[in-house]
C-alpha cells in the first residue's frame, strides 16, 4: 500500500474538494470519474511501466511529482481550454470563464473539436502499437509465429509510418469536406510528434564514455518523461470528452480524473517496484495490443460513435488474456 499512500492522500483532497463545490453528488461523480479513468488507462499504466524501468530514480521521481502536475492541470485542464480557444478563436481567458460559467457552451465547443482530437491522439497511439508489433529485435512473441512475421517487417524502411497514414487517407474521405483538411493536419502533427520524440531519444541512447555518460541518462531520462507526458496526453483526450457525458461541470471533471491519473501514476511506479513486467511476460504485450485497439477506436469514432463500454472491455480482455498467458508459460519453463 505504500506506493499507493500518495494517490489515497490526493484523492481524499479532490473529494473535499469536489464536496465542497458540488455536494454530496459532486463527490460521488468524482469517484466515478476516478474509477473509470483508471479502468480505462490500465493499458497506458503497464506501457509507461515499460519505459519508467529505464529511467533512473530521479527521473521516476519527476515522474510522480511534475508529471502528475502536467497530467492533471496540463492535459485535463488547460489544454481542452487551449482546444476550445484554437477552434472558436475566443480568447484564453474568454474560453475559461464560459469552462466555469457556461458549462454548456464549452462542452460543445469541445465535443465539436472531437474529429481533430481523435485524429491526432489515435495517429500518436498508433505509432506507439506499430513501433512494438514491427520491433525486429523482440525475441518473446505473444502471439508466436504472427508476432515473428510482423517484426520481421521492421526491416522496411519508415514501415510505421506507412501504415499510420494509410488508415488516416482513408477514414479522411468519409469525414464532412469541411474538416478534411483539420483532420488530416491533426493526425500527421500525431505522427510527426511520436517520430520527433522517438528519434531524439533514440539519439541520447548512444554510447559514450566518460561524464558523458552522465549526460547521455540525464538527456534520456528527459525525452522519456516527455514521451510519457505526451503518451499520457492522448489517452485523456477522450477521457475528457467522455467525461461530460456524465457531467457537465469542469471542477468536478478535473478533479475526478486528477484521482484517475494519480492512481494510474501509483500503479506505474508499482509495477517497476515490484517487477511486474519481468514475471508477467507477455503483460506488456497486451497492453499494446489494447492501446492499437484504442488508436483503431479513436480513428473509427472520428465517423462513428463507440461506447466507452467497448474501449474499457477491450482493454480489459487483453489485459487478462496476456496475464492468463504469463503464467501458462511461466509454467512451462518452470
Same mark, same amino acid.
Given at each position: 500500500?505504500?506506493?499507493?499512500? /500518495?494517490?489515497?492522500?490526493?484523492?481524499? =483532497?479532490?473529494?473535499?474538494?469536489?464536496?465542497?463545490?458540488?455536494?454530496?453528488?459532486? $463527490? /460521488?461523480?468524482?469517484?466515478?470519474?476516478? =474509477?473509470?479513468?483508471?479502468?480505462?488507462?490500465?493499458?497506458?499504466?503497464?506501457?509507461? $511501466?515499460?519505459?519508467?524501468?529505464r529511467m533512473d530514480e530521479r527521473w521516476q521521481k519527476y515522474f510522480l511529482t511534475w508529471g502528475i502536475l502536467i497530467a492533471v492541470f496540463g492535459m485535463r485542464l488547460l489544454f481542452p481550454i487551449v482546444i476550445v480557444s484554437a477552434a472558436t478563436g475566443i480568447g484564453f481567458v474568454g474560453v475559461t470563464e464560459m469552462a466555469l460559467n457556461d458549462t454548456a457552451t464549452y462542452a460543445k465547443h469541445l465535443t465539436e473539436s472531437h474529429v481533430q482530437i481523435a485524429a491526432f491522439g489515435g495517429m500518436f497511439l498508433l505509432m506507439v502499437f506499430y513501433s512494438f508489433i514491427f520491433d525486429e529485435s523482440r525475441e518473446l512473441h505473444w502471439l508466436g509465429y504472427l508476432e515473428r512475421k510482423l517484426g520481421a517487417f521492421g526491416k522496411l524502411e519508415a514501415i510505421e509510418i506507412i501504415m499510420a497514414l494509410g488508415p488516416l487517407l482513408i477514414i479522411q474521405n468519409y469525414l464532412p469536406p469541411e474538416i478534411r483538411l483539420e483532420a488530416l493536419v491533426s493526425g500527421i502533427t500525431g505522427v510527426i510528434l511520436y517520430v520527433i520524440v522517438d528519434s531524439l531519444a533514440?539519439?541520447?541512447?548512444?554510447?559514450?564514455?566518460?561524464?558523458?555518460?552522465?549526460?547521455?541518462?540525464?538527456?534520456?531520462?528527459?525525452m522519456s518523461f516527455i514521451y510519457l507526458e505526451v503518451l499520457d496526453a492522448s489517452f485523456s483526450f477522450d477521457g475528457?470528452?467522455?467525461?461530460?457525458?456524465?457531467?457537465?461541470?469542469?471542477v468536478i471533471i478535473m478533479l475526478g480524473l486528477a484521482i484517475g491519473a494519480m492512481f494510474v501514476r501509483s500503479l506505474t511506479v508499482y509495477l517497476v517496484r515490484k517487477g511486474t513486467l519481468d514475471e508477467y511476460v507477455f503483460l506488456e504485450h497486451g497492453a499494446h495490443y489494447a492501446i492499437g485497439v484504442l488508436a483503431g477506436i479513436m480513428l473509427i469514432s472520428m465517423t462513428h460513435h463507440i461506447s466507452e463500454i467497448i474501449t474499457g472491455l477491450s482493454g480489459a480482455v487483453l489485459i487478462g488474456l496476456s496475464v492468463i498467458s504469463s503464467i501458462r508459460y511461466k509454467k512451462q519453463m518452470a
Open positions: 500500500m505504500q506506493h499507493f499512500r /500518495f494517490s489515497f492522500f490526493v484523492t481524499a =483532497v479532490c473529494l473535499a474538494a469536489a464536496f465542497y463545490w458540488g455536494g454530496i453528488m459532486g $463527490a /460521488f461523480i468524482a469517484i466515478i470519474l476516478g =474509477v473509470l479513468e483508471v479502468s480505462l488507462s490500465f493499458d497506458n499504466a503497464v506501457v509507461n $511501466a515499460s519505459i519508467l524501468k533514440t539519439l541520447f541512447e548512444s554510447e559514450e564514455e566518460g561524464e558523458e555518460v552522465v549526460a547521455v541518462l540525464k538527456k534520456s531520462g528527459m475528457v470528452i467522455g467525461a461530460f457525458a456524465i457531467t457537465k461541470d469542469v
